[in-house]
């Protein structure tokens, strides 16, 4: 397959790179399909190593990893909600989990996104806007910015502007909404039976907010909705991309899909067509983190090469493709790109206190 088939497909995909340092599959990959974007894992961060010795290698591997897509301009991106959803080493700040910081949200948001920018990245995967609706949920809980889905959409909205406001591009997740789960979509295939009226009066309150305050991007939950779509989970749905966020809700923005890796989807991505489908959903930008214990290097060719005989085929029609590069381009240019950079030890310290302030003061 030629390489410029290949990488068509790389202007709507964000990859995990394997370690701190590229191996032969990352060059591959990133030469063959040219991702327009990264996501970043603890893996990629040197662990244990003095803070100038770690942040040295990740700039080393934020170099190479654009030398090698041939891309000036990328999505480099991090999970990075606080709690227990943190990747770099000390000293970057483990601010408190979301349901914690509420009234420091947005003070909050604009130190994380600091230090992010300091590590070169430009994406934080951040709001959650799900609810803190079920105590039971093993995957949200805490996570959550409220309890309440009013709660949930005001503290959200106050985060991304704290990000906004230091320049860095917030997502909206996990549409539309992974509150009332009981089980992990990392591991398997979670069903909630909500009708669309439930929807609307709980779960896409926060999204509607977070829309309403123009948030740029939203992440798919891979979560089977039965009495909305009953065949496909919300990352593969027209009904719930299309028919829901864009039309309904009115957003314009990009939809990223959350990582195809995850055992809910991981399948369904091994079967030919499946890229069409969700292209015909209405997702933009495509996940795939390369943390399966099965072949990345192939698994991840093999969703390349599904977009591509999908295109030469005419399954997936070439305007859609093009209407959601589009949108993908449109954000690029809007996208700071950072330079890796030493943080002082006194901003570092102010950060330290917020955290614990936090902590001592919920709400």
Not at 52 to 72: C, G, P
Not at 181 to 202: F, I
Request: aromatic content about 8%; proline content about 5%; overall charge negative.
């Amino acid at each position: 397959m030629a390489v410029s088939q290949l990488a068509a497909f790389g202007n709507h995909l964000l990859i995990g790179i394997s370690g701190t340092k590229l191996n032969d599959d990352d060059k591959k990959l990133l030469s063959e399909l040219k991702p327009i974007g990264i996501v970043f894992y603890g893996k990629n961060f040197q662990t244990g190593s003095h803070y100038e010795v770690w942040l040295q290698t990740f700039k080393e591997l934020n170099a190479q990893i654009r030398e090698y897509a041939e891309r000036d301009r990328m999505f480099m991106t991090l999970d990075h909600e606080g709690g227990r959803v943190h990747r770099p080493p000390f000293p970057i700040t483990r601010f408190p989990e979301a349901y914690l910081i509420q009234s420091h949200a947005r003070e909050v948001a604009a130190a994380a996104g600091m230090e992010l920018k300091s590590m070169g990245i430009n994406v934080s995967w951040s709001p959650v806007a799900d609810i803190y609706s079920n105590p039971n949920n093993p995957i949200i809980g805490t996570r959550a910015m409220g309890i309440t889905p009013e709660s949930a959409g005001i503290f959200a909205c106050e985060y991304l502007a704290g990000l906004e406001d230091v320049g860095i591009i917030g997502c909206a997740k996990h549409f539309p909404g992974h509150g009332d789960t009981t089980s992990d979509s990392h591991l398997e295939l979670p069903v909630l039976n909500l009708t669309a009226y439930e929807l609307q009066t709980r779960e896409l309150i926060p999204f509607q907010a977070l829309i309403a305050a123009q948030v740029p991007m939203v992440m798919t939950a891979h979560i089977l909705f039965p009495k909305i779509d009953g065949n496909v989970p919300a990352t593969l749905s027209k009904t719930i991309l299309t028919g829901i966020l864009r039309q309904e809700l009115g957003f314009i923005g990009v939809i990223v899909s959350d990582d195809l890796d995850m055992k809910a989807v991981a399948d369904m991505y091994g079967q030919p067509g499946t890229v069409t489908k969700t292209f015909n959903a209405g997702c933009d930008l495509f996940m795939v983190s390369r943390n399966l214990p099965s072949s990345s290097l192939d698994r991840t060719i093999a969703i390349a090469q599904d977009f591509s005989n999908s295109i030469r085929d005419r399954s997936l029609d070439a305007t859609i493709v093009e209407a959601a590069k589009t949108r993908i381009d449109k954000l690029l240019a809007l996208t700071p790109q950072y330079s890796v950079e030493l943080l002082d030890k006194a901003t570092l310290q102010k950060h330290a206190e917020l955290a614990i302030s936090c902590a001592f003061t919920q709400g």
